[in-house]
């Protein structure tokens, strides 16, 4: 009886953030919603799919939790597109339904024919079935809770042989993403399952070491003035990473370059490293193997090579696709031809060296194209992009001075903004660093905690791993003179020190916390006010470490 009133309060509390809005307050149990995608990670939306459980399944009204339908473990459950809704086939009966839920108590849900790493993808959580206000098709979205999709996450990103503490750094970067993604692709859901997202396989690729990664990383985000950051990563940066300011063109505006992020700033992997913002030292930097910490990927450098003629012939079909980006100036349309290949000139470069515009040079016209994932998109071999646009171009010519050969040279694989993954794992290989080391150096000036939130009428409850036993609550803006709080069941009140002047206040709570997994409640005071716990880190002798680099 007690079990099945443990699954019946995960199941309505499923089914309540599906309909609650989202707001500031923290809450014990976040839920993702993942669009899920099909066998090659592009269409979303659904015409028709096979769902099963692998034990006995519940299908739910979305908004009460009513059970409508019980099914057998291994029961095909096929839901078909209609104009009336959605076609809901259990054997041979038949029935038509919206705003529902699929969700296994005892086991796991799987969708027919659908693979992740070459076996049959299976996922904790429920199935939501959203179907478009048009009535064009539905989403498969799977419900599932902060921590379980984590676990599906951080595996799948990043290779766990790079151990412990990089899974850690890749396990609070995948937490900060997905509770603020850079964009919101559908209101249907926060996240898709692929790279236009981040990887999310579900429950049969989890791994025991990125598992308790994730769990020894629970509740802890990384900030930036008191508020969670966008925690971009890639797999190599090739020795330096970039500025979002110079990868990005704003989301709302899609103006490029786009507002600076403090916090996503160019970073060398050694402190002797110089910016690479002009031809010569960009040129010296990724022609040679300088020592990093992403030395190891295959990808630190790179090389590809062109005729004069494939390239034109690529040109002609990338530059009108990336035409539609906005970012080809003038724009090149289908059937234009280019004419005779003259030189490519870089225009300008950021600090990691990443060229931010170059100017493709040809018989019938010059084209301006910005932005490093453009640039990658036309400079095509084989049909794959550049590895990133860290790159350099060598022209070799006949006794004529007619273009022969193109030569692209570069480092890094991805955009570079943030933690670099290869990095990642060779500062906690070789370097032995904390997770938390590894994400101060690639997200600059951050300090690590819990999510903030504004405490109202109702106590709000946290659990989180505090690395080395020290944490602080930290109050932002209006003061209150005493602030009532639960820490691993034992009740505590602080006063509160109040300046004219003074935005926040730290309490020390370090006498009472765990090196390891902890509980608070915040409990609501007459004056509403922002918390959260930072926890804290030493960093001394791992900056001295650092700056010394590799060695």
Same mark, same amino acid.
Request: neutral net charge; contains cysteine.
């Given at each position: 009886?007690?079990?099945?009133?443990?699954?019946?309060?995960?199941?309505?509390?499923?089914?309540?953030?599906?309909?609650?809005?989202?707001?500031?307050?923290?809450?014990?149990?976040?839920?993702?919603?993942?669009?899920?995608?099909?066998?090659?990670?592009?269409?979303?939306?659904?015409?028709?799919?096979?769902?099963?459980?692998?034990?006995?399944?519940?299908?739910?009204?979305?908004?009460?939790?009513?059970? @409508?339908?019980?099914?057998?473990?291994?029961?095909?459950?096929?839901?078909?597109?209609?104009?009336?809704?959605?076609?809901?086939?259990?054997?041979?009966? =038949?029935?038509?339904?919206?705003?529902?839920?699929?969700?296994?108590?005892?086991?796991?849900?799987?969708?027919?024919?659908?693979?992740?790493?070459?076996?049959?993808?299976?996922?904790?959580?429920?199935?939501?079935?959203?179907?478009?206000?048009? %009535?064009?098709?539905?989403?498969?979205?799977?419900?599932?809770?902060?921590?379980?999709?984590?676990?599906?996450?951080?595996?799948?990103?990043?290779?766990?042989?790079?151990?412990?503490?990089?899974?850690?750094?890749?396990?609070?970067?995948?937490?900060?993403?997905?509770?603020?993604?850079?964009?919101?692709?559908?209101?249907?859901?926060?996240?898709?399952?692929?790279?236009?997202?981040?990887?999310?396989?579900?429950?049969?690729? #989890?791994?025991?070491?990125?598992? %308790?990664?994730?769990?020894?990383?629970?509740?802890?985000?990384?900030?930036?003035?008191?508020? @969670?950051?966008?925690?971009?990563?890639?797999?190599?940066?090739?020795?330096?990473?970039?500025?979002?300011?110079?990868?990005?063109?704003?989301?709302?505006?899609?103006?490029?370059?786009?507002?600076?992020?403090?916090?996503?700033?160019?970073?060398?992997?050694?402190?002797?490293? #110089?910016?690479?913002?002009?031809? #010569?030292?960009?040129?010296?930097?990724?022609?040679?193997?300088?020592?990093?910490?992403?030395?190891?990927?295959?990808?630190?450098?790179?090389?590809?090579?062109?005729? /004069?003629?494939?390239?034109?012939?690529?040109?002609?079909?990338? @530059?009108?696709?990336?035409?539609?980006?906005?970012?080809?100036?003038?724009? =090149?349309?289908?059937?234009?031809?280019?004419?005779?290949?003259?030189?490519?000139?870089?225009?300008?470069?950021?600090?990691?060296?990443?060229?931010?515009?170059?100017?493709?040079?040809?018989?019938?016209? =010059?084209? %301006?194209?910005?932005?490093?994932?453009?640039?990658?998109?036309?400079?095509?071999?084989?049909?794959?992009?550049?590895?990133?646009?860290?790159?350099?171009?060598?022209?070799?010519?006949?006794?004529?001075?007619?273009?022969?050969?193109?030569?692209?040279?570069?480092?890094?694989?991805?955009?570079?903004?943030?933690?670099?993954?290869?990095?990642?794992?060779?500062?906690?290989?070789?370097?032995?660093?904390?997770?938390?080391?590894?994400?101060?150096?690639?997200?600059?000036?951050?300090?690590?905690?819990?999510?903030?939130?504004?405490?109202?009428?109702?106590?709000?409850?946290?659990?989180?791993?505090?690395?080395?036993?020290?944490? /602080?609550?930290?109050?932002?803006?209006?003061?209150?003179?005493?602030?009532?709080?639960?820490?691993?069941?034992?009740?505590?009140?602080?006063?509160?020190?109040?300046?004219?002047?003074?935005?926040?206040?730290?309490?020390?709570?370090?006498?009472?916390? #765990?090196?390891?997994?902890?509980?608070?409640?915040?409990?609501?005071?007459?004056?509403?006010?922002?918390?959260?716990?930072?926890?804290?880190?030493?960093?001394?002798?791992?900056?001295?470490?650092?700056?010394?680099?590799?060695?």
């Amino acid at each position: 009886m007690g079990s099945k009133i443990v699954r019946f309060l995960f199941c309505f509390i499923l089914l309540f953030f599906v309909i609650s809005p989202t707001n500031s307050i923290a809450k014990p149990n976040d839920v993702v919603r993942v669009g899920i995608t099909d066998n090659k990670f592009q269409n979303v939306l659904k015409q028709q799919i096979v769902v099963y459980g692998t034990s006995d399944c519940e299908i739910c009204d979305k908004y009460s939790g009513k059970v @409508l339908i019980r099914v057998p473990a291994n029961t095909d459950i096929t839901v078909s597109n209609l104009l009336s809704g959605l076609d809901v086939l259990i054997g041979q009966n =038949c029935v038509t339904l919206r705003d529902f839920v699929v969700t296994c108590p005892s086991g796991l849900l799987g969708i027919k024919d659908l693979k992740r790493k070459g076996i049959s993808a299976l996922y904790h959580g429920a199935f939501e079935f959203y179907q478009e206000q048009s %009535r064009n098709g539905f989403y498969l979205i799977n419900l599932v809770e902060l921590q379980e999709y984590l676990k599906g996450v951080v595996p799948n990103e990043m290779p766990v042989r790079f151990g412990l503490e990089a899974l850690k750094a890749q396990a609070v970067a995948a937490r900060n993403y997905v509770l603020t993604p850079r964009t919101k692709l559908n209101p249907a859901y926060d996240v898709v399952d692929s790279v236009a997202s981040q990887v999310y396989y579900g429950a049969n690729t #989890e791994s025991d070491i990125a598992t %308790r990664a994730v769990m020894e990383t629970d509740g802890i985000v990384a900030l930036y003035n008191n508020e @969670l950051i966008l925690t971009l990563y890639s797999s190599t940066a090739g020795g330096y990473t970039e500025s979002y300011s110079n990868a990005f063109s704003d989301t709302l505006t899609k103006a490029f370059p786009a507002p600076n992020k403090p916090y996503l700033t160019a970073v060398p992997d050694k402190d002797s490293f #110089e910016p690479l913002n002009t031809e #010569e030292k960009a040129r010296d930097f990724y022609q040679s193997k300088h020592p990093s910490y992403d030395i190891d990927s295959p990808y630190y450098r790179w090389k590809r090579e062109w005729t /004069e003629e494939e390239l034109e012939s690529i040109l002609t079909q990338t @530059l009108p696709a990336q035409s539609k980006t906005g970012f080809v100036n003038p724009a =090149c349309k289908n059937g234009d031809e280019i004419g005779k290949l003259k030189g490519i000139h870089v225009v300008k470069r950021g600090n990691s060296g990443k060229i931010i515009e170059l100017d493709i040079q040809a018989t019938k016209g =010059c084209y %301006r194209v910005a932005k490093e994932l453009v640039i990658r998109r036309v400079f095509q071999k084989d049909g794959n992009s550049l590895p990133s646009a860290n790159v350099y171009f060598d022209i070799e010519t006949d006794v004529n001075g007619n273009i022969t050969k193109i030569i692209a040279q570069g480092g890094g694989y991805g955009h570079g903004v943030g933690m670099s993954q290869f990095g990642a794992g060779y500062m906690a290989a070789k370097l032995h660093q904390p997770y938390y080391n590894i994400l101060r150096h690639y997200y600059t000036g951050i300090n690590l905690g819990t999510r903030p939130v504004e405490i109202l009428n109702t106590e709000v409850e946290q659990t989180f791993w505090a690395p080395i036993g020290r944490a /602080e609550i930290v109050i932002v803006g209006i003061s209150t003179p005493k602030i009532k709080v639960m820490i691993n069941g034992k009740m505590q009140e602080f006063s509160v020190a109040r300046t004219l002047f003074k935005n926040i206040a730290k309490i020390d709570i370090s006498s009472y916390i #765990e090196d390891g997994q902890n509980k608070i409640v915040f409990y609501p005071s007459y004056i509403p006010m922002k918390v959260y716990v930072e926890v804290i880190e030493s960093y001394a002798n791992a900056n001295k470490e650092l700056s010394g680099g590799n060695q």
